[in-house]
């Protein structure tokens, strides 16, 4: 089984393109500060295991490495829809789909609509007291929710490849928030709120970061010719190894002109996260949540964990993972 799993990860790698996302450090930030937007009667479920629905932020970025399909759920290149607010593309999936084709749909991301499909599974596990459910849904849908609110993640030209900016993805989603969050940003935010329209909700945070991609571009381009070559990266070491890649200096000018951005669409995305989970809850008529003292996942779920983890490892050591 781990011999099929390892060719499929070389196999899939190659295949897709889009292989950028906010970083293991972002993903499980914004997992982890989501729990405490919660009111008390979800907290008493969520805080004792927050560890799990942070650690477990990044699963759907393995996956990547392991299932074709994965990638898509990630993205949505808006910019091949007309211009914004593109309005020729139709927000519901059906009519999309008799539109566009489901194989047009499939290459320029499905974001949204995979959202909302979670969504749909949250509630359907809330209803069922499901347990172990609850738990993954709510920790991978967080990673929708959080690379819903990527600039690049709606936008065609992800990581600068059209323009002369290739690392400009992991640049913004990965470098700034390792090297700033935790000591300058603010993740003081207000309570999670129900969402009446989750799916027009997850629209609006597309079209958001689709209007923001253009600055995400332009501000890096402009500080390039700022910067002498020696003073834009520096060698520094990265999970025990020593890589180039933007240096302090730069980073903290490229933050100061987006004018806080990173940080507010990390803000955001931990708010979105929280209310996605407690609009789930409320529409599932608000069940008590009395787990068991163990919550048990199936024996095809503890597997699925491992071989994500082999799968991660394998694509890791060969460079190919998120912010290499």
Not at 212 to 232: G, H, I, N
Request: aromatic share 12%; proline share 5%; charged share 20%.
């Amino acid at each position: 089984m781990y011999q099929k799993l390892l060719l499929l990860t070389g196999i899939v790698t190659l295949l897709y393109q889009q292989a950028f996302c906010w970083g293991f450090y972002a993903h499980k930030e914004i997992n982890h500060h989501a729990v405490f937007l919660l009111p008390p009667a979800m907290m008493i479920f969520y805080k004792p295991h927050i560890d799990f629905i942070t650690e477990h932020a990044v699963d759907p970025d393995k996956r990547r490495y392991m299932i074709a399909a994965e990638g898509p759920r990630h993205f949505i290149d808006l910019n091949r829809y007309d211009d914004h607010p593109f309005d020729a593309l139709p927000r519901t999936w059906q009519k999309a789909v008799e539109k566009y084709g489901e194989d047009t749909l499939m290459a320029h991301g499905i974001v949204p609509w995979w959202i909302h499909n979670m969504q749909e599974r949250l509630t359907k596990a809330f209803i069922e007291k499901n347990y172990p459910a609850i738990l993954k849904l709510s920790a991978e849908i967080g990673h929708y929710i959080a690379d819903a609110h990527v600039p690049l993640h709606a936008h065609s030209n992800y990581n600068g490849q059209q323009t002369g900016q290739h690392g400009i993805h992991g640049f913004w989603e990965s470098r700034i928030p390792e090297l700033l969050a935790a000591t300058t940003f603010d993740y003081i935010i207000g309570k999670a709120q129900y969402l009446a329209h989750p799916h027009q909700f997850m629209w609006q945070t597309v079209l958001e970061s689709a209007a923001a991609a253009d600055t995400v571009l332009s501000v890096e381009k402009m500080l390039t010719r700022q910067f002498p070559s020696d003073q834009k990266y520096a060698f520094e070491e990265r999970n025990g190894t020593l890589i180039r890649q933007y240096s302090s200096a730069f980073t903290i000018a490229y933050n100061r002109h987006l004018q806080g951005m990173v940080e507010r669409r990390m803000r955001q995305s931990i708010f979105a996260v929280a209310s996605s989970w407690y609009t789930a809850w409320i529409n599932a008529g608000q069940p008590v949540l009395q787990p068991p003292a163990n919550i048990l996942f199936s024996e095809t779920d503890r597997k699925n964990f491992e071989e994500l983890d082999l799968v991660w490892k394998t694509a890791e050591s060969k460079g190919r993972t998120c912010g290499n």
